[in-house]
């Protein structure tokens, strides 16, 4: 027990006690800490079985890769579909071309040959003419003799003729044809691209839609792990915090349970540190002051004891709670890597998305290109439709004008043998003139006889009264012969008479009606130089047409030839005019623009476009 007259003691003793009473405190203080941190931590095990049954496996969402579209290839093999189709349709209409510059060829040389024939025939007929003025007639004869063989000729050479433009005509059909041919073709390329806009326009809302639901799919699932997945994060971090304040709880109970038992060994120390100076400064007291160390070094190992113990008590949980806290922090690293690799998932899936959506994207540009490619398609379509129906309408009035015009041709040839037939006819005048003589020649008996029957009745009286009887009887037979031949030929004359009469009225009705088939005649070479003139100009502008085509893809010499069939059909047209008193204005049918196949064939729509804007073919854009 200290005694007062050492107060250091007594002092000490009575820190050891408020230590002894503190520590006890501490304990129980301690101890319930520890129980509610255990308590505490019993659960943890709970949560973070839950927490592993509750792990997310991301694995399972798979986003389907990305497949190449065939629409390209498909769009390309059309396409090339289509340019084979349009090649073998050009080389087919480069074939006929090829036959209509010969044909053209050919009917040029026909007309050149016919047209020197006739003139070589006019020739002859002035030389006939002139020969027949002069009555050499032995150079009539032969000169008429060429002249039949050169009319033979020009027969022959008007057949070759219109077997040449027989065959023009039939190369401008084959050409038509081809151009009907390409139509249809650049039709069905059109349903081609349009079938193909609307396959590709189907994919691509299917693409899209299949895209957009698996993608909804994908961002359910993704949405649903994630959510998960930060339930999880929150009860994690819930439970770092909890973890963290026990573990900062428990640290702070150690150094708050010690706190005074090392200020009380710091004191300890230094009270050591001035008794061993005091030892050494009093050597007299060395025996007290070794029992004091003594006594305090038993006090501070006591202390150390008591630390050690508390420490200790201490050691256990906090080992349990750095235990958790690794396991939480490997939780935690965990849960990092999941949602780094839902991250990734959802990168994947608006990657999957874009792509899809992409992939539509450019689906449906592939169907606005194919689309506007088949309307363009239908829109030459149309464009060569409407010009080949000018065309057609022209090569129709053409063929219907040739028609026309032989059909009146052979009118007026056939009305020519019938005024031939007429003028025949008048020939009968001989037979008239011989009648009227016959007639003449009965009046002239009959007159005779008249007069000679009053004769012989004078003579046959004279003769009875002369006693000449045999006289009078023969002067009375004779005059009895001619009023017996008086009567006969008043028969005879009146039948003559009436047959004169006849003749006259049939002579008549002939020269009315050699009058009425001359009119005729007048009339319908009028219709034929009408119809020609029509078709002159209808040829005139169709190789003007042609030329200019020819120019503009730089055959020279066919241009040539049409130039000159042009010109030549122009200058036919102007010998017309004044003789018929024709004008171009009086035949307002006839088209003003003309148009040439091969033309139509090789131009582009916009070319076209602005082709049927000129010759006034309303198009709507």
Same mark, same amino acid.
Not at 413 to 431: G, I, K, P, W, Y
């Given at each position: ?215 909804? &799919? *994908?961002? +359910? ?5 994630? /959510?998960?997945?930060? $339930? =999880?994060?929150? %009860? @994690?971090?819930?439970? #770092? ?105 959802? &990168? *994947?899936? +608006? ?5 899809? /959506?992409?992939?539509? $994207? =450019?689906?449906? %540009? @592939?169907?606005?290109? #194919? ?106 037979? *004779? ?143």
């Amino acid at each position: 027990m200290p005694t007062p007259d050492h107060p250091s003691a007594y002092a000490v003793d009575n820190q050891n006690l408020s230590l002894k009473h503190d520590a006890e405190s501490d304990d129980i203080i301690t101890q319930s800490d520890k129980s509610d941190f255990d308590a505490s931590q019993s659960t943890t095990p709970t949560v973070l079985a839950d927490g592993d049954d509750a792990e997310l496996d991301t694995s399972n969402i798979s986003i389907p890769d990305s497949q190449p579209s065939s629409k390209d290839d498909e769009f390309e093999h059309i396409k090339a579909l289509i340019s084979e189709k349009l090649q073998r349709s050009r080389q087919l209409a480069a074939s006929v071309s090829g036959a209509r510059k010969d044909a053209v060829r050919r009917r040029r040389k026909a007309t050149d040959d016919l047209n020197l024939a006739s003139a070589k025939h006019r020739d002859l007929e002035l030389q006939l003419e002139n020969a027949c003025e002069a009555e050499d007639f032995e150079a009539a004869e032969r000169i008429s003799d060429s002249l039949a063989t050169i009319d033979k000729e020009r027969q022959a050479l008007l057949a070759t003729l219109r077997d040449a433009e027989a065959q023009c005509d039939t190369v401008d059909s084959k050409m038509h044809d081809v151009l009907d041919s390409h139509i249809v073709a650049e039709q069905e390329c059109a349903t081609l691209l349009s079938n193909f806009a609307k396959d590709a326009e189907n994919e691509a809302d299917s693409v899209l839609k299949q895209a957009q639901e698996l993608s909804s &799919k *994908e961002m +359910d699932e993704w949405f649903l792990s994630n /959510e998960a997945l930060e $339930a =999880k994060k929150i %009860e @994690l971090d819930i439970e #770092s915090h909890f973890i963290n304040e026990a573990r900062g709880a428990v640290n702070d109970s150690i150094e708050h349970s010690i706190e005074d038992y090392r200020k009380e060994q710091e004191i300890l120390h230094k009270k050591k540190d001035v008794l061993t100076d005091e030892l050494q400064k009093l050597l007299a007291l060395v025996k007290e002051k070794e029992k004091e160390i003594a006594e305090n070094n038993s006090k501070i190992k006591a202390i150390e004891e008591r630390i050690a113990d508390v420490v200790s008590g201490f050691q256990d949980s906090q080992s349990s709670i750095d235990t958790k806290y690794d396991n939480l922090q490997g939780e935690l690293s965990q849960m990092h890597l999941q949602s780094q690799a839902l991250s990734t998932k959802r &990168k *994947e899936i +608006d990657k999957f998305l874009a792509e899809g /959506e992409g992939h539509g $994207a =450019k689906l449906k %540009e @592939l169907a606005r290109v #194919s689309e506007d490619e088949a309307k363009a398609c239908e829109e030459v379509v149309e464009l060569r439709k409407s010009l080949m129906l000018s065309i057609l309408k022209s090569m129709e009035d053409k063929v219907r004008l040739a028609n026309t015009e032989e059909k009146l041709i052979e009118d007026v040839q056939m009305l020519h043998q019938e005024v031939s037939a007429l003028r025949a006819s008048q020939e009968l005048s001989s037979t008239k003139s011989n009648i009227q003589q016959t007639v003449a020649s009965f009046k002239q008996r009959i007159f005779f006889i008249d007069k000679r029957v009053p004769e012989l009745e004078s003579e046959k009286k004279v003769a009875a009264a002369a006693r000449n009887f045999k006289e009078a009887a023969r002067v009375a037979t *004779e005059a009895k012969s001619l009023t017996v031949e008086k009567d006969g030929v008043q028969v005879d004359l009146e039948g003559a008479t009436s047959e004169l009469e006849k003749l006259e009225e049939d002579m008549k009705s002939t020269v009315s009606r050699l009058q009425d088939t001359e009119q005729l005649i007048s009339s319908k070479e009028k219709e034929v130089a009408m119809a020609r003139f029509q078709r002159l100009l209808l040829i005139a502008g169709a190789a003007t047409a042609e030329r200019f085509t020819a120019l503009e893809l730089g055959d020279t010499e066919e241009a040539n030839l049409l130039l000159a069939e042009a010109e030549a059909a122009k200058t036919e047209a102007k010998k017309l005019q004044p003789i018929f008193n024709f004008n171009e204005e009086q035949f307002p049918n006839l088209p003003k623009h003309f148009l040439s196949t091969e033309l139509v064939f090789n131009l582009g729509r916009k070319q076209l476009a602005e082709l049927a804007a000129s010759v006034g073919l309303h198009h709507n854009d």
